[in-house]
């Protein structure tokens, strides 16, 4: 059973990163069309507001405000309250190896992106699978992805992981359906998070919410393999990781099954 | 003239307020089920919304976000109408099988060329994320397929 599906597709450029809204139809009708404008629209606004509300390079933005000692900011704006004890609470989850106060100040870069992909997403993008036509919605931020099918279709999403040794190709792909899905490697970029010395390179999580898949990954990074291993088992992972000495390893919902097949 | 910049001043804090007030509202209709301990605290906020950017000493407390976690809001307490002291407090969910609902998805693992997958594949996830590097750029060719074969390979 065979079935082909349409793309539509559109990239946004903010904050330096490429931003892939792709959408799955059944057929590309004139309302569909006028649909995927308009939250493309949507979609480009919303980044907007988050770059200028969270934007550590910003001198206005709230997150420089509360560095700058105006706290009552956490009070006089629910997204950022929102972000703040989110930041909070991913720093217990994972030990305190996903850090927003790392370097002294508060600076919850490395979750603000998940966070603004997986909140647009579930406000704007999901209700477009009420749509007879439209069988999958995806949101791509600079590798950090959330997915969702209609479940009445055979729909699903392949995700290609990139190889962090060898360019130009790809360690494995996941078939998602309502998935979050976030990579965190040495070159990644506004983490801002310290990291133990270990041979770790490139950790992948899925997870339901990408906000969480983005802050494993992230505290993946910064804890090594040998203390995320344990992270894994405790918090029942699913991803995989790849170590310059030990090559991939695969684990699926805490289960680590080494792979030396590939 | 200055009457003027007020007056435009107060609209514009009107705007805002209602367009927060729109934005709590789109909120609301997916975290249906706030806890009664931070609706009633809640409302203690929204009084000190109105009342601008001065707040009177005592504790105040955030919206409730709901997460996978359990529901987390902030906490302050304003001491001579400054912030002395954040908390952040934290509901974690009683129910206990929180913890066992990651996504199950196994994948297919295989190291290849991607141009061989490409037709199949539609995101790349990665860690070189800038625009014009490298994942953008293997992204810029999933991008340019109009159609997938959405089969399962493993199928």
Known sequence: ?262 | MKKIIGYLLSIAIAISVMIDGFIIFLKGGRQTQATQNSSSLTSNKSQCRSTSTQFKDGTYTGKSTKTKWGDVQVQATIKNGKISVINVLKYPDTNGHSKNINAKALPIYKSEALSAQSSKIQHISGATVTFGGFTGSLQDVLNKAKNTNNSNPSA
């Open chain 1, 1 to 262: 059973m065979k079935n082909n599906y349409q793309l539509l597709t559109n990239v946004i450029n903010k904050m330096n990163v490429p931003f892939t809204i792709r959408i799955a139809v059944k057929k590309q009708t004139a309302e569909v069309k006028n649909i995927f404008n308009k939250i493309i629209q949507d979609t480009k606004l919303w980044l907007e507001t988050i770059d200028t509300e969270f934007s550590p390079f910003k001198s206005d933005s709230l997150v420089t405000k509360f560095r700058n000692g105006n706290k009552e900011i956490i009070l006089q704006s629910d997204r950022f309250g929102e972000v703040y004890s989110l930041s909070s609470l991913a720093k217990d989850e994972t030990e305190g190896f996903f850090n927003p106060f790392f370097d002294g100040g508060y600076n919850p870069t490395g979750l603000v992106k998940g966070w603004a992909i997986e909140k647009i997403f579930n406000q704007k993008l999901l209700l477009l699978l009420r749509q007879a036509e439209i069988v999958g919605v995806s949101l791509n931020g600079g590798g950090d992805i959330q997915t969702a099918v209609d479940p009445k279709s055979d729909f699903q999403w392949f995700v290609g992981i990139e190889n962090p040794q060898k360019a130009e190709t790809i360690i494995g792909q996941y078939a998602l359906k309502n998935s979050g899905i976030a990579t965190s490697g040495l070159s990644k970029r506004g983490e801002h998070i310290k990291r133990v010395n270990s041979s770790i390179q490139q950790v992948t999580v899925v997870a339901d919410s990408l906000t969480e898949a983005d802050v494993w990954a992230t505290a993946g990074m910064a804890a090594g393999t040998d203390k995320f291993l344990q992270l894994i088992a405790k918090n029942q992972l699913s991803g995989i990781l790849v170590d310059k000495k030990i090559g991939e390893v695969l684990f699926e919902r805490g289960d680590v099954q080494d792979d030396q097949a590939s």
